[in-house]
Structures are given as C-alpha cells and as structure tokens.
C-alpha cells in the first residue's frame, strides 16, 4: 500500500484541510516543521520519509483563482518525488508537457462526465469527490466504471482533517467497481495505523494523509518499521494486526539512479532518495 502525504495549497501557503469551506481552512500547523511555506512543508515530510508520490491540492486554482505558487517549483525543488496535482481542469492544462514527474489529477466535481474520460492522458489519476454524503458530479461518473483511468481516488471531503475515519462501505464498493485493472486510493479519515490496516483488507491500494502526518500520529519509527516489512512480503505485523507496506511495488518509482557528490543532500529534501522516472500507470 503507498501512504502518500497531502499537501494543499492556498495563497501560496501550505493550509489544514477539514470542515468548512475550503477559503476558511486556516494555516497548517504541524509538528513536523514550524512554517506553513510549502517548501518547508515538503522537505519536513520527506526527512520523516522517502515518500515517493505526494498529492497537491492547488485550492485557489480548484476555486478558478489564478494559482499563487506554481507548481513547478516544488517539481523542480524535489525531482525524484512524483506530485499528483489536483488543480482543476483548468489549472492541468500542460502539467505532463512542463515537468516529468507532475501527474494530472482530474476531479469529478469539475463537472467532467464519461464523455470527457475518453480525452483524459493515459497517466491522469480520476479523483471521485463526496461532499456531505453526496457524490460531487456527474453521477453517470459512478456508473461507467469500464471507462475510469487505471488509477482512482475516492475523495472523502466530509472526512478530510476530521479523526472521523475513512468511509469503509464506500471504500468496499468503490474497489469493486475498479476490478483488478485499476487501483484505488482513499482520501479522508486516516487516523492511525489501524485506518490503514483496515483499508488493506479491502483491498485499497492507497491513502492519501494529512493530518495523521502532522499530528504525530505516524511517526518514522513506524513508517520505517513498515518499510522493512515491505522487503520481506506484502503484508506485516504491527501491534498484533496484519499492516500494509508505506511504499509497496506498484510500478511508481525507482531507486534513484544519480550519482552524488561526497557530502552533497540526498535528492528531495535529504531524504527521498528515489528517482521518478515517468508518471505513467504500469500495470501489475
């Protein structure tokens, strides 16, 4: 199972996502680094670990603002770290032509109905978004399934931020309806590693994270312990329960393959160390 961190963006500040609407999500405050500018942000989660994928959420872009920060420069900052951005459908326009290891992310609550699917790259990432119990789109979205792209993110935004838990029963039905062609990714409710143990056994393939991160909820000691487990099989045990790998193999990522210096940083933030080679889904 990858654990991606998410990182949403607004003002060109780093904000905590939770209830409300998102211009009233005040600024991250977070254990892991003292400021909210997201350069800093993303260098504290990658020194807590070599995360390989991490998710932005371009808020003032999502809400048709002109984008303070540009996400090019947190691509170019961390180039072996894969950015799935969330921008809007017009805030995507040239991401895979601009930087190699930004990955579009197309939201159903653009408006974006099956039609449209069709004309989605082959490396787009489809988030299913839900606000108050209610499926944000075109609800013909849920029923052609046959058309989603081979990555799915079920967007949970009434459990974003809040120690709610993610939405199992939506989990369950959602990774049915993506058969074993396609992996999904839950966003919203992750609370611990029991939220994770209980995800694999859906057999989610991801969850996307913030406030577990932050908060101090996932520390290294377990992000690494899980790492470890990872090299000998897919599934370990933690505190008595069987827990998914933080990485896994799903064909995101290489080890980084550049040479460096004596005494010069890792790549990424000191920490991450892996090379992102191209955004583009492998199939397992």
């Known amino acids: 199972m990858h654990l991606i961190p998410a990182v949403d963006l607004r003002s060109g500040q780093v904000v905590q996502a939770g209830a409300g609407p998102r211009h009233g ?105 839900f606000r108050n119990d209610r499926f944000m789109g075109d609800r013909a979205l849920l029923a052609t399934p046959g058309r989603w792209p081979p990555r799915v993110i079920l967007m949970d935004l009434d459990r974003t931020g809040r120690a709610r838990g993610p939405n199992r029963q939506r989990a369950a039905r959602l990774r049915r309806a993506c058969g074993p062609s396609r992996r999904l990714y839950v966003a919203g409710g992750v609370r611990h590693s029991g939220d994770l143990r209980n995800l694999a056994a859906l057999g989610v393939d991801g969850a996307l994270c913030a406030t577990a991160l ?41 080890p980084c393959l550049r040479r460096r210096r004596r005494g010069a940083p890792r790549c990424s933030g000191d920490s991450a160390h892996l090379q992102q080679k191209a955004c583009a889904p492998r199939h397992s």
């Open 25 to 129: 999500y005040p600024l991250l405050r977070s254990r892991l680094c003292a400021s909210a500018e997201p350069v800093a942000v993303v260098g504290a989660l990658l020194r807590l670990y070599a995360f390989p994928i991490i998710y932005l959420a371009d808020l003032d872009a999502l809400q048709g603002r002109t984008a303070v920060l540009d996400p090019v420069l947190l691509a170019r900052r961390f180039p072996c770290t894969a950015f799935w951005l969330d921008a809007g459908q017009h805030g995507l326009g040239a991401v895979r032509q601009r930087w190699h290891n930004l990955c579009p992310v197309y939201g159903s609550e653009t408006g974006m109905g099956p039609r449209e699917l069709g004309a989605l790259p082959h490396a787009a990432i489809l988030s299913l978004d």
């Open 214 to 254: 932050h908060a101090g909820r996932l520390p290294a000691s377990l992000l690494h312990r899980l790492a470890e487990c990872s090299q000998r099989r897919p599934l370990c045990r933690i505190r008595g329960g069987s827990l998914p790998a933080v990485g896994g193999n799903h064909g995101e990522a290489k």
